[in-house]
């Protein structure tokens, strides 16, 4: 692989060069903003211009549907992956504006909610790193989820207008453009005994895809990531409205198409434009399969292979269940475009299709109600509905409970179509996210299924990008950590392992402790920035960044809080190891619960920040509008990674990963990837605290927790912390707590924060113990958490996809 610019005087005259041709002007004319555009233009070329058509036609394909892709900035990793970040660097410093502020200047797209979205871009960067065919397909949202402000406490949303000054990174394709019909009625067609079904009077709407160059580590694969964007079949709209000065008449079809790819659906989003969502996710499955199709026809069917050989070049993932179309549609495009036969159809869309479920909270299992998929999407709803039918027809009698058996698996059942038991009656694999997961969903969430065809199941633990999220995250560590071991680790991240060696050494302790300094030091100066808090850097940074949920429980850190902050009032010679507590994450629009959380920390900072008795032990941050960008800077600074949610709630984790390797120690639940974190750091190395899965579980089962019996038995500690959530002790802000309050004692605790409560205080008082006692320990610590991180890194999970599930191996050596 050529690299893509020889030296640093070829990288300037090639900047300047696109400053010139593509924005018109002299860099020297340009402010940081269009620098930045010019230089992220510059390397999306030479992305584009890699764009692997170096490729047999004959190797196996994997697509990525998701309709989530939290991508992140890209030009940092961008540089990184083709090795010009040095050279490009030095070439910025000597134009003018140095790297780091261009890449302030890129946008952060919010193409998704969470972990699930961030994990689609982890396979993305990994997929091309292992020298996979390994495409995205998703959704070109006009507006990303909300960004969030904070204002008297409360989160705040307003819209993220990300496209506003244009995304250099995408190429839009419009000859690429296909068609995706919604409504109209489906017409039976007979002739010498064979009969076939058209779809009649549909409403068209054009699919346009943009895409976005994915570059591997190394450069030499370069992969994309398709997103779709909705628009009007054809322009011919009702100029006699518009004449007679009907404008927002002549133009509502635009805007009712257009409406499709507007928004991106908050998790937790409740009922609010459900049909919009199915649409959504009807729109991006059948634009991507007809793109797969018609790239097949032209590569295989044309040079003599049949429908058959399909699953040999193809492989469609689906991210959770938002792509869960992709069986019915795949055979309707099969059977009534190109004459397959129905059961092939059937048989070739499972050997294509594999399934990944990413979540056991009953709310987020999507059901659609039959009436709705019928009207939407008639002839892929009739498949549904055969499928279903045959499923039926050849369930095994030979079981006791067979009738209970079925009623949990079939695909229709109660007026509604239940997507999860559809995408695993369409998947020839099944997957959970972390060991722990993968059983709960074998013997609760799918039991029924596993029963059946255990075959079907198996576990891929979730990884995360070790290139951005400790290469680009953490510069100095990184530094550090390649002048120890060699910068084979970006290729291979098992090498940190090689890190072991340098636990105990003074002087690797020391630059470690210095690394995680300098990060602290630039995230306070974002956090004073961006949310008006003063932290002192030589305090424990104690992080739990992560979506707002009830199970995940940030209040339960909340109440900790709160206790030391009693405990320090009560007692004047108590003093706690110097933490600063930073949260950060968004709650849905619609979470009223998860919101309220929020303002709880707000308020809870607003009087811990603001009381000269606690302050320089305690302080509280939230850092508003969470998002990838800003959690590089949050990972990168964290001492303590905080992974508290109940046991048997979080199917997985990844800021879990994200924090280890940067050298935080875990203070979590034995629940998720925390599990397989605790196997392989060893016990000395995190603290877990809490109830298991298993005793949660009987717990539940005997209804042996009453709530109100801990708020009795322990008033001036446990019973305190509850009062203060109403008794004005925390308003001065903007009120009190009440409804979290009921949470807690009129729903008796569903999600356990009070049970765990004196185990996870008694934990996190000995683990900042353990870091004042002796820090040496803790770098050891902190250094043996990276070391064994490796496993962690999603081009280890992206390989276990390829060779268990995909059949698919890259082409990239691992020297
Ligand atoms: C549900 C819904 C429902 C309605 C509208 C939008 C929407 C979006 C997403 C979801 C399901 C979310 C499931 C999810 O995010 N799971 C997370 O997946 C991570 C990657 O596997 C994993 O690390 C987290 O533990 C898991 O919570």
């Given at each position: 692989?050529?690299?893509?610019?020889?030296?640093?005087?070829?990288?300037?005259?090639?900047?300047?060069?696109?400053?010139?041709?593509?924005?018109?002007?002299?860099?020297?004319?340009?402010?940081?903003?269009?620098?930045?555009?010019?230089?992220?233009?510059?390397?999306?070329?030479?992305?584009?211009?890699?764009?692997t058509?170096?490729?047999?036609?004959?190797?196996?394909?994997?697509?990525?549907?998701?309709?989530?892709?939290?991508?992140?900035?890209?030009?940092?990793?961008?540089?990184?992956?083709?090795?010009?970040?040095?050279?490009?660097?030095?070439?910025?410093?000597?134009?003018?504006?140095?790297?780091?502020?261009?890449?302030?200047?890129?946008?952060?797209?919010?193409?998704?909610?969470?972990?699930l979205?961030?994990?689609?871009?982890?396979?993305?960067?990994?997929?091309?790193?292992?020298?996979?065919?390994?495409?995205?397909?998703?959704?070109?949202?006009?507006?990303?989820?909300?960004?969030?402000?904070?204002?008297?406490g409360?989160?705040?949303?307003?819209?993220?207008?990300?496209?506003?000054?244009?995304?250099?990174?995408?190429?839009?394709?419009?000859?690429?453009?296909?068609?995706?019909?919604?409504?109209?009625?489906?017409?039976?067609?007979?002739?010498?005994?064979?009969?076939?079904?058209?779809?009649?009077?549909?409403?068209?709407?054009?699919?346009?895809?943009?895409?976005?160059?994915?570059?591997?580590?190394?450069?030499?694969t370069?992969?994309?990531?398709?997103?779709?964007?909705?628009?009007?079949?054809?322009?011919?709209?009702?100029?006699?409205?518009?004449?007679?000065?009907d404008?927002?008449?002549?133009?509502?079809?635009?805007?009712?198409?257009?409406?499709?790819?507007?928004?991106?659906?908050?998790?937790?989003?409740?009922?609010h434009?459900?049909i919009?969502?199915?649409?959504?996710?009807?729109?991006?499955?059948?634009?991507?399969?007809?793109?797969i199709?018609?790239?097949?026809?032209?590569?295989?069917?044309?040079?003599?292979?049949?429908?058959?050989?399909?699953?040999?070049?193809?492989?469609i993932?689906?991210?959770?269940?938002?792509?869960?179309?992709?069986?019915?549609?795949?055979?309707?495009?099969?059977?009534?475009?190109?004459?397959?036969?129905?059961?092939?159809?059937?048989?070739?869309?499972?050997?294509?299709?594999?399934?990944?479920?990413?979540?056991?909270?009953?709310?987020?299992?999507?059901?659609?109600?039959?009436?709705?998929?019928?009207?939407?999407l008639?002839?892929?709803y009739?498949?549904?509905?055969?499928?279903?039918?045959?499923?039926?027809?050849?369930?095994?009698?030979?079981?006791?409970?067979?009738?209970?058996?079925?009623?949990?698996?079939?695909?229709?059942?109660?007026?509604?179509?239940?997507?999860?038991?559809?995408?695993?009656?369409?998947?020839?694999?099944?997957?959970?996210?972390?060991?722990?997961?993968?059983?709960?969903?074998?013997?609760?969430?799918?039991?029924t299924?596993?029963?059946?065809?255990?075959?079907?199941?198996?576990?891929?633990?979730?990884?995360?990008?070790?290139?951005?999220?400790?290469?680009?995250?953490?510069?100095?560590?990184?530094?550090?950590?390649?002048?120890?071991?060699?910068?084979?680790?970006?290729?291979?991240?098992?090498?940190?392992?090689?890190?072991t060696?340098?636990?105990?050494?003074?002087?690797?302790?020391?630059?470690?402790?210095?690394?995680?300094?300098?990060?602290?030091?630039?995230?306070?100066a974002?956090?004073?920035?961006?949310?008006?808090?003063?932290l002192?850097?030589?305090?424990?940074?104690?992080?739990?960044?992560?979506?707002?949920?009830?199970?995940?429980?940030?209040?339960?850190?909340?109440?900790?809080?709160?206790?030391?902050?009693?405990?320090?009032?009560?007692d004047?010679?108590?003093?706690?190891?110097?933490?600063?507590?930073?949260?950060?994450?968004k709650?849905?629009?619609?979470?009223?619960?998860?919101?309220?959380?929020?303002?709880?920390?707000?308020?809870?900072?607003?009087?811990?920040?603001?009381?000269?008795?606690?302050?320089?032990?305690?302080?509280?941050?939230?850092?508003?509008?969470?998002?990838?960008?800003?959690?590089?800077?949050?990972?990168?600074?964290?001492?303590?990674?905080?992974?508290?949610?109940?046991?048997?709630?979080?199917?997985?984790?990844?800021?879990?990963?994200?924090?280890?390797?940067?050298?935080?120690?875990?203070?979590?639940?034995?629940?998720?990837?925390?599990?397989?974190?605790?196997?392989?750091?060893?016990?000395?190395?995190?603290?877990?605290?809490?109830?298991?899965?298993?005793?949660?579980?009987?717990?539940?089962?005997?209804?042996?927790y009453?709530?109100?019996?801990?708020?009795?038995?322990?008033?001036?500690?446990?019973?305190?912390?509850?009062?203060?959530?109403?008794?004005?002790?925390l308003?001065?802000?903007?009120?009190?707590?009440?409804?979290?309050?009921?949470?807690?004692?009129?729903?008796?605790?569903?999600?356990?924060?009070?049970?765990?409560?004196?185990?996870?205080a008694?934990?996190?008082?000995?683990?900042?113990?353990?870091?004042?006692?002796?820090?040496?320990?803790?770098?050891?610590?902190?250094?043996?958490?990276?070391?064994?991180?490796?496993?962690?890194?999603?081009?280890?999970?992206?390989r276990?996809?390829?060779?268990d599930?995909?059949?698919?191996?890259?082409?990239?050596?691992?020297?």
């Amino acid at each position: 692989m050529q690299p893509i610019f020889t030296d640093k005087q070829d990288f300037i005259r090639q900047y300047r060069s696109v400053c010139h041709y593509t924005l018109g002007k002299h860099y020297e004319d340009m402010g940081d903003t269009e620098r930045y555009m010019a230089l992220a233009t510059l390397i999306a070329n030479k992305a584009n211009e890699v764009k692997t058509d170096n490729r047999g036609a004959n190797r196996k394909a994997v697509y990525y549907f998701s309709l989530e892709f939290l991508i992140g900035p890209l030009l940092d990793n961008y540089l990184l992956n083709f090795g010009v970040r040095d050279l490009v660097e030095e070439g910025c410093a000597d134009l003018g504006t140095p790297l780091d502020k261009l890449i302030e200047k890129e946008v952060d797209p919010g193409l998704g909610n969470g972990g699930l979205g961030r994990l689609a871009a982890c396979f993305l960067d990994s997929m091309a790193a292992e020298g996979m065919d390994g495409y995205g397909n998703g959704m070109r949202y006009r507006y990303g989820l909300f960004r969030q402000e904070i204002e008297g406490g409360r989160q705040v949303e307003k819209t993220d207008n990300w496209l506003a000054k244009g995304y250099p990174w995408e190429t839009r394709k419009p000859e690429s453009a296909v068609t995706v019909t919604f409504g109209g009625h489906v017409e039976r067609h007979e002739e010498n005994g064979r009969f076939w079904f058209t779809l009649e009077g549909a409403e068209k709407i054009r699919a346009v895809p943009y895409d976005v160059p994915i570059v591997g580590y190394s450069g030499t694969t370069v992969n994309h990531l398709r997103l779709w964007s909705a628009e009007p079949y054809n322009e011919d709209f009702d100029l006699e409205a518009f004449n007679r000065g009907d404008y927002a008449d002549a133009m509502k079809f635009r805007s009712d198409i257009e409406a499709i790819t507007t928004i991106l659906y908050p998790n937790d989003a409740g009922e609010h434009g459900r049909i919009l969502r199915l649409k959504q996710e009807y729109l991006f499955v059948s634009a991507g399969l007809q793109t797969i199709l018609r790239d097949y026809i032209r590569k295989h069917i044309r040079k003599g292979d049949t429908w058959e050989d399909l699953p040999k070049y193809v492989a469609i993932h689906t991210n959770d269940t938002h792509p869960a179309l992709c069986g019915p549609e795949l055979m309707r495009l099969l059977v009534d475009e190109q004459g397959v036969d129905f059961d092939l159809a059937f048989k070739i869309a499972r050997q294509t299709i594999s399934y990944t479920n990413h979540t056991v909270m009953p709310e987020a299992l999507e059901k659609w109600s039959i009436n709705t998929l019928r009207e939407l999407l008639p002839r892929t709803y009739m498949i549904i509905e055969e499928i279903d039918r045959r499923y039926r027809e050849g369930f095994p009698h030979n079981y006791d409970n067979w009738y209970e058996m079925l009623r949990d698996t079939a695909i229709l059942w109660d007026g509604q179509a239940r997507m999860a038991n559809l995408s695993v009656i369409f998947s020839h694999s099944v997957n959970g996210v972390s060991a722990l997961h993968t059983n709960i969903i074998e013997n609760s969430v799918l039991k029924t299924f596993y029963e059946l065809k255990p075959e079907l199941f198996n576990n891929k633990t979730n990884g995360v990008s070790h290139r951005r999220f400790l290469g680009n995250a953490n510069p100095p560590y990184a530094r550090l950590i390649t002048s120890a071991i060699g910068v084979g680790w970006l290729r291979d991240a098992n090498q940190l392992e090689g890190l072991t060696a340098y636990e105990n050494d003074a002087s690797f302790q020391e630059e470690f402790a210095a690394s995680k300094q300098w990060c602290k030091e630039r995230l306070s100066a974002y956090i004073e920035k961006t949310s008006g808090v003063q932290l002192d850097t030589n305090m424990i940074f104690d992080v739990q960044v992560k979506r707002f949920h009830a199970y995940k429980r940030q209040l339960l850190n909340a109440f900790k809080i709160l206790d030391i902050y009693n405990r320090m009032l009560d007692d004047p010679n108590y003093k706690p190891e110097p933490t600063a507590f930073i949260f950060s994450g968004k709650a849905a629009q619609s979470y009223t619960f998860a919101k309220e959380v929020i303002r709880l920390i707000n308020s809870i900072a607003d009087v811990v920040n603001n009381d000269k008795r606690v302050n320089e032990y305690i302080k509280v941050a939230f850092v508003p509008n969470f998002a990838v960008s800003n959690a590089q800077l949050i990972y990168s600074a964290a001492d303590i990674s905080e992974q508290i949610s109940w046991a048997g709630s979080e199917a997985s984790g990844t800021s879990n990963m994200k924090l280890q390797m940067n050298g935080a120690i875990t203070l979590g639940t034995y629940d998720g990837a925390n599990v397989e974190i605790c196997d392989l750091v060893g016990n000395d190395n995190i603290k877990i605290f809490g109830l298991r899965t298993e005793e949660v579980d009987e717990l539940r089962r005997n209804h042996s927790y009453w709530a109100w019996d801990l708020y009795n038995a322990d008033r001036g500690r446990i019973g305190r912390l509850i009062d203060m959530l109403t008794d004005g002790s925390l308003a001065r802000l903007s009120g009190n707590f009440e409804s979290v309050r009921d949470g807690l004692m009129v729903n008796n605790d569903h999600d356990l924060v009070l049970k765990d409560f004196y185990s996870y205080a008694q934990a996190w008082a000995e683990l900042t113990d353990s870091y004042r006692a002796d820090r040496a320990a803790w770098n050891r610590s902190a250094i043996h958490n990276t070391a064994k991180s490796g496993y962690f890194s999603s081009d280890r999970t992206i390989r276990e996809y390829g060779e268990d599930i995909w059949q698919i191996s890259g082409s990239a050596s691992r020297d």
